[in-house]
């Protein structure tokens, strides 16, 4: 499988479903191609996700390997509020906590179904264990990491349909510059944690 990303940083898991399922020993490797492959494409928004998760399962669990479906995810407003969908999504991907329409469980045991909920009073994206109920609240901003300034420009005269061969190439390599620098910086500048 191509790999366009870095492997660093990457997520591990265990997940009890996978390894009953006979999915190796349950543990599950997740790096940011995984959530590109999901979203279709790779953004500051997808990269933010995919660190936000990051941070917020080292909080969670900072001396035990991070277990999948074991975590509820609140999110600060509806999936069609802004940029909330995809990033529930990657969320979804990592942690197997889910909406309505998750996994209902076998026999009762491993329900990830309504662990992905909404609480548009809160700030931030609110991770937190099912079995000790620890809480650690993450929030994402790129700003820290800016769009270099030929790049707005260039991507308006991509969507136009403006742009020669050249200045697409130029664009896309501005483009996957940010993210690559976003990935490399690995939340520490633009990933905010605490813990509740």
């Known amino acids: 499988m191509t790999k366009h990303f870095p492997a660093n940083p990457n997520i591990t898991l265990f997940d009890p479903l996978a390894e009953m399922l006979g999915v190796g020993d349950g543990q599950l490797e997740y790096t940011f191609d995984d959530a590109v492959r999901l979203s279709g494409h790779a953004c500051p928004t997808v990269a933010g996700a995919f660190l936000m998760a990051l941070h917020a399962l080292r909080a969670l669990y900072p001396e035990e390997t991070p277990r999948r479906g074991g975590i509820r995810v609140t999110l600060p407003g509806p999936v069609d509020q802004g940029v909330n969908g995809p990033i529930s ?12 329409n998750g ?90 944690t605490r813990l509740l």
């Open 89 to 100: 999504q990657v969320f979804t991907l990592i942690t197997g906590a889910a909406a309505d």
């Open 103 to 192: 996994f209902h469980g076998l026999a009762g045991q491993e329900v990830r179904r309504g662990l992905l909920d909404v609480d548009a009073g809160q700030e931030g994206f609110l991770f937190r264990r099912l079995d000790t109920g620890r809480q650690v609240q993450v929030r994402y901003d790129a700003s820290a990491i800016p769009a270099d300034p030929e790049m707005p420009p260039l991507m308006q005269r991509v969507l136009q349909g403006e742009a020669d061969a050249a200045a697409r190439a130029r664009f896309r390599e501005l483009w996957r510059g940010r993210v690559l620098a976003i990935l490399e910086d690995g939340g520490e500048n633009t990933v905010h």
